[in-house]
T-cell receptor
Framework: DTGVSQDPRHKITKRGQNVTFRCDPI?????LYWYRQTLGQGPEFLTY????????KSRLLSDRFSAERPKGSFSTLEIQRTEQGDSAMYLC?????????????FGPGTRLTVL | AQTVTQSQPEMSVQEAETVTLSCTYD???????LFWYKQPPSRQMILVIR??????QNATENRFSVNFQKAAKSFSLKISDSQLGDAAMYFC????????FGTGTRLQVFP
């Protein structure tokens, strides 16, 4: 394992359906982050975990969104009752330790299209 | 709230020339980190360079260097000897726990 992986890479769904994305961080990294990136914009923070604890959630994360990291390893991001405005690239990143200087390593992202 | 502003949506440079990308930020914190990330087309984001706010010396990584002006809250990226492979979106980011990104600058490199 040489990097952060995300699955699926692309997801097309119809409005109202539920979708779930998975992120596998670099194995020794204890922090895991989710970001959302819409076309022409920079990534926006959604939430992050330290081990299995979800430490912060953005107000962008409506009650239709839920994220888990049950064993402190991989994480899932679920969107319920998808809306067209949820169409975006969902990026996962991981980092080691608490030091703010530590680089976040990004995965390739999951591109969600809601029809 | 912290904010990051990149005022140049697009920049272009000729191969082997030098280009500077601008970034300003706003924060009331005194201890933080600043990053430049590169996002090539359809590829994942990678770190270009980082700067610790408590360090006065500007960071340098090979052809990439920054001009960090803490009082002015400015953090520009200079790319020297530009190469075709430098073409990408460049994002400036401010970090305490999470990253706060600017809107990005699309860099085109012409032969």
């Amino acid at each position: 394992d040489t990097g952060v992986s995300q699955d699926p890479r692309h997801k097309i769904t119809k409005r109202g359906q539920n979708v779930t994305f998975r992120c596998d961080p670099i194995s020794e990294h204890n922090r895991l982050y989710w970001y959302r990136q819409t076309l022409g914009q920079g990534p926006e923070f959604l939430t992050y975990f330290q081990n299995e604890a979800q430490l912060e959630k953005s107000r962008l994360l409506s009650d239709r969104f839920s994220a888990e990291r049950p064993k402190g390893s991989f994480s899932t991001l679920e969107i319920q009752r998808t809306e067209q405005g949820d169409s975006a690239m969902y990026l996962c990143a991981s980092s080691l330790s608490l030091a703010a200087r530590n680089e976040q390593f990004f995965g390739p992202g999951t591109r969600l299209t809601v029809l | 709230a912290q904010t990051v502003t990149q005022s140049q949506p697009e920049m272009s440079v000729q191969e082997a020339e030098t280009v500077t990308l601008s970034c300003t930020y706003d924060t009331s914190e005194s201890d933080y980190y600043l990053f430049w990330y590169k996002q090539p087309p359809s590829r994942q984001m990678i770190l270009v360079i980082r700067q610790e706010a408590y360090k006065q010396q500007n960071a340098t990584e090979n052809r990439f260097s920054v001009n960090f002006q803490k009082a002015a809250k400015s953090f520009s990226l200079k790319i020297s000897d530009s190469q075709l492979g430098d073409a990408a979106m460049y994002f400036c980011a401010y970090k305490t726990d999470k990253l706060i990104f600017g809107t990005g600058t699309r860099l085109q490199v012409f032969p």
